[in-house]
């Protein structure tokens, strides 16, 4: 029957825009996990595997609940709502322990509380609770307990940092720099530290990196009083350093004239003056 009107407590089958903003935020949040996870992973090369758990458990997992948030207002699921509700607390939270500049403070605190409240002046929009909301819920537990997982393992887990420092132990013990290999991005590090401890010079020309390079060139320089070394460092303030040590290894003030950016004349003079450090030379 034409121009029917709707009756209190009926459906609605509008998504309003107060809806609408909420979905979208919740949206824009997933989007953002998502681009910091694939950020944090270097793809440039095979990423490790406590990498993917770590930021996959932090970002990838949370991510999905914001999506699934979204969808479910689009369809006015009660799920949504009330897993909604909770998100946004929790996000307010965090906000409110992590966040220390003011105008982020701020803004997510009033972003936090305008989606809570439009999401309460809106529940009469959303379905009733059937069957569906059941599953998703069984399936929502499900996830918190992967992510939960996924967090307890990557906990577990060494970090980059620790993880470099037993390969490199590994490899300067075995004296193979294949194992240097496991590392990837941590490489070329892994290299100059076998090259170091081997006193094996012709290794710093397989580090790909310039920067570590140069810094295994300048370690070699001093430790072999090796002047042409420092001349094949291409960053001024590493050639500067070497001739430092240089210098003051072997208390040769003539290569004092060789610094050009870092050091004037007279600093390189009294350092060269200082006591010696353990292992400096």
């Known amino acids: 029957m034409a121009g029917k009107s709707k009756t209190k407590g009926e459906e609605s089958t509008e998504l309003n825009?107060?809806?609408t903003f909420v979905a979208i935020i919740f949206l824009i949040r997933g989007l953002y996990l998502l681009v910091d996870f694939f950020g944090s992973i270097s793809w440039g090369r095979s990423p490790e595997?406590?990498?993917v758990l770590l930021f996959g458990g932090i970002n990838?997992?949370?991510?999905?609940?914001?999506?699934?948030?979204?969808?479910?207002?689009?369809?006015?699921?009660?799920?949504?709502?009330?897993?909604?509700?909770?998100?946004?607390?929790?996000?307010?939270?965090?906000?409110?322990?992590?966040?220390?500049?003011?105008?982020?403070?701020?803004s997510g605190l009033v972003v936090g509380i305008l989606m809570i409240y439009l999401l309460h002046i809106n529940e009469?929009?959303?379905?009733?609770?059937?069957?569906?909301?059941?599953?998703?819920?069984?399936?929502?537990?499900?996830?918190i307990f992967l992510y939960l997982v996924a967090l307890v393992w990557a906990y577990h887990l060494p970090d980059a940092e620790e993880r470099a420092a037993i390969v490199t132990k590994e490899a300067i013990e075995k004296g193979d720099v294949g194992v240097c290999e496991k590392l990837n991005f941590d490489k070329n590090?892994?290299?100059?530290s076998i090259a170091i401890s081997t006193k094996n010079l012709s290794m710093c020309d397989e580090i790909s990196n310039t920067h570590?390079?140069?810094?295994?060139?300048?370690?070699?320089?001093?430790?072999?009083?090796?002047?042409?070394?420092?001349?094949?460092?291409?960053?001024?303030?590493?050639?500067?350093s070497c001739y430092l040590?240089?210098?003051?290894?072997?208390?040769?003030?003539?290569?004092?004239?060789?610094?050009?950016?870092?050091?004037?004349?007279?600093?390189?003079?009294?350092?060269?003056?200082?006591?010696?450090?353990?292992?400096?030379?």
């Not at 320089?221 to 094949?232: F, I, M, N, Q, T």
């Open 49 to 51: 595997v406590f990498e």
């Open 124 to 143: 009469h929009n959303f379905r009733k609770f059937d069957k569906t909301d059941s599953m998703l819920f069984v399936g929502i537990v499900l996830l």
């Open 245 to 281: 040590g240089l210098a003051k290894c072997e208390k040769n003030m003539t290569y004092c004239e060789e610094i050009q950016a870092n050091h004037t004349e007279e600093f390189c003079i009294n350092y060269v003056n200082e006591p010696l450090l353990p292992k400096e030379c």
């Open 60 to 106: 990838i997992i949370p991510a999905s609940f914001y999506f699934l948030v979204a969808v479910g207002i689009i369809y006015r699921r009660p799920f949504a709502l009330y897993l909604g509700y909770v998100i946004v607390l929790l996000d307010v939270l965090a906000n409110v322990v992590y966040v220390f500049t003011q105008p982020m403070f701020i």
């Open 189 to 192: 590090n892994c290299i100059k």
């Open 17 to 19: 825009a107060g809806l």
């Open 212 to 240: 570590i390079k140069e810094q295994c060139y300048r370690s070699f320089a001093v430790s072999l009083r090796r002047e042409d070394l420092c001349e094949k460092i291409t960053d001024i303030y590493k050639k500067d």
